[in-house]
T-cell receptor, first 112, second 115 residues
């Protein structure tokens, strides 16, 4: 059974602070995606990583795929209230290429 | 450009009543379609997915069903709602390109409360 563990489950920080959230598994994945979901809305894709060790940057967000392609991290520099939301990682299902398996998410609150 | 619509946005239903949630996609053809349920502040549970008209795959046993009467229409139904059916229901579509990561695009969701 594929299982994605995200940590921490909840994070409350002050505006301007840095933070890192994690997505871990014991399985190897061909790719991994990060989505952000704002309250009352559907998730939106932030990034897809496909190569072990890959690092992608999206403004103040830095995404890294582990060398062994079993884990990933998301680092936010100088967090802003607009970064508030639920961050979900997702990987392709091993039993069907049409399905994604989502982690349980990290809920981030950035206080002004 | 592609858009995805869900309605209603919110719904309050009594236990034992029927349910019908609708999802439509515009601007693309033959999309893969998905229904998810999300408990408060948690991850997404895949309920159903469809790779074509009339093709429905069910992920978890429950009192819900799904249908795809048209290429870009996906409906989630129940004959009798349970309290445990309360949640945030999300519809999504993807291009289903195969051979690589497939992005899913989500609708705005339906907040269902069963009383």
């Amino acid at each position: 059974t594929q299982l994605l563990e995200q940590s921490p489950q909840f994070l409350s920080i002050q505006e301007g602070e840095n933070l890192t959230v994690y997505c871990n598994s014991s399985s190897v994945f061909s790719s991994l995606q990060w989505y952000r979901q704002e309250p009352g809305e559907g998730p939106v894709l932030l990034v897809t990583v496909v190569t072990g060790g890959e690092v992608k940057k999206l403004k103040r967000l830095t995404f890294q795929f582990g060398d062994a392609r079993k884990d990933s991290s998301l680092h936010i520099t100088a967090a802003q209230p607009g970064d508030t939301g639920l961050y979900l990682c997702a990987v392709p299902s091993m039993d069907s290429s049409y399905k994604l398996i989502f982690g349980s998410g990290t809920r981030l609150l950035v206080r002004p | 450009s592609q858009t995805i619509h869900q309605w209603p946005a919110t719904l309050v239903q009594p236990v034992g009543s029927p349910l019908s949630l609708e999802c439509t996609v515009e601007g693309t053809s033959n999309p893969n379609l998905y229904w998810y349920r999300q408990a408060a502040g948690r991850g997404l549970q895949l309920l159903f997915y469809s790779v074509g008209i009339g093709q429905i795959s069910s992920e978890v046993p429950q009192n819900l069903s799904a249908s795809r009467p048209q290429d870009r229409q996906f409906i989630l139904s129940s004959k009798k709602l349970l309290l445990s059916d309360s949640g945030f229901y999300l519809c999504a579509w993807s291009r289903g390109v195969g051979g690589g990561p497939d992005t899913q695009y989500f609708g705005p969701g339906t907040r269902l409360t069963v009383l």
